[in-house]
């Protein structure tokens, strides 16, 4: 299984131009230097996120959508939990909940309040925007299993976050 995981994310970052990374890589530091140099780096923490959110977005848009290479036959399956009776999408659906952690960690490093309904949505939004696109411009398999995963990544991100903040204050 391990091969298969590292399979799938070499797939998933070999899909990609390398210039797309280099100019993504140069837009985040440069805006991070200047977020830091006008709000100081307590204050700007917030800004950086979110420098750091749209980035990460616009990547796992590039490897579902954008580079995509555009299928013929591409389907889709809207009935939840198929994916549960195919054992060979095992890595698939584990990899779709890990890959939005880090949104759901961004997005919970932001709310203040703990606003996990949020969170939630934004998640679960991103997700729905990713797999329309791939069903209206036939670049990959469209389903709800996908959005299922991608939302459980995202709550799991924002509990990683106000699960260690909940630890420090306790």
């Given at each position: 299984m391990k091969e298969q995981i590292t399979e799938y994310v070499i797939s998933l970052y070999r899909d990609i131009p390398t210039a797309v990374y280099e100019g993504l890589l140069s837009v985040l530091c440069l805006g991070a230097v200047v977020i830091?140099?006008?709000y100081g780096l307590k204050r700007g923490w917030r800004k950086i996120a979110g420098l750091l959110l749209v980035g990460y977005?616009?990547?796992i848009y590039c490897s579902t959508v954008i580079f995509r290479k555009v299928c013929e036959g591409a389907g889709h399956e809207f009935k939840p939990f198929w994916s549960y009776s195919r054992p060979e999408l095992l890595v698939e659906n584990i990899m779709n909940v890990v890959v939005f952690i880090p949104i759901g960690m961004i997005l919970g490093s932001w709310s203040r309040?703990?606003?996990w309904f949020i969170v939630t949505v934004i998640g679960?939004?991103?997700?729905?925007?990713?797999?329309?696109?791939?069903?209206?411009?036939?670049r990959g398999f469209a389903e709800t299993d996908d959005v299922m995963h991608n939302t459980i990544?995202?709550?799991?991100g924002y509990i990683l976050v106000h699960g260690s903040r909940l630890m420090v204050k306790g």
């Amino acid at each position: 299984m391990k091969e298969q995981i590292t399979e799938y994310v070499i797939s998933l970052y070999r899909d990609i131009p390398t210039a797309v990374y280099e100019g993504l890589l140069s837009v985040l530091c440069l805006g991070a230097v200047v977020i830091i140099a006008c709000y100081g780096l307590k204050r700007g923490w917030r800004k950086i996120a979110g420098l750091l959110l749209v980035g990460y977005v616009f990547v796992i848009y590039c490897s579902t959508v954008i580079f995509r290479k555009v299928c013929e036959g591409a389907g889709h399956e809207f009935k939840p939990f198929w994916s549960y009776s195919r054992p060979e999408l095992l890595v698939e659906n584990i990899m779709n909940v890990v890959v939005f952690i880090p949104i759901g960690m961004i997005l919970g490093s932001w709310s203040r309040n703990g606003s996990w309904f949020i969170v939630t949505v934004i998640g679960c939004s991103i997700s729905i925007s990713i797999e329309a696109m791939q069903f209206f411009f036939h670049r990959g398999f469209a389903e709800t299993d996908d959005v299922m995963h991608n939302t459980i990544g995202c709550i799991a991100g924002y509990i990683l976050v106000h699960g260690s903040r909940l630890m420090v204050k306790g």
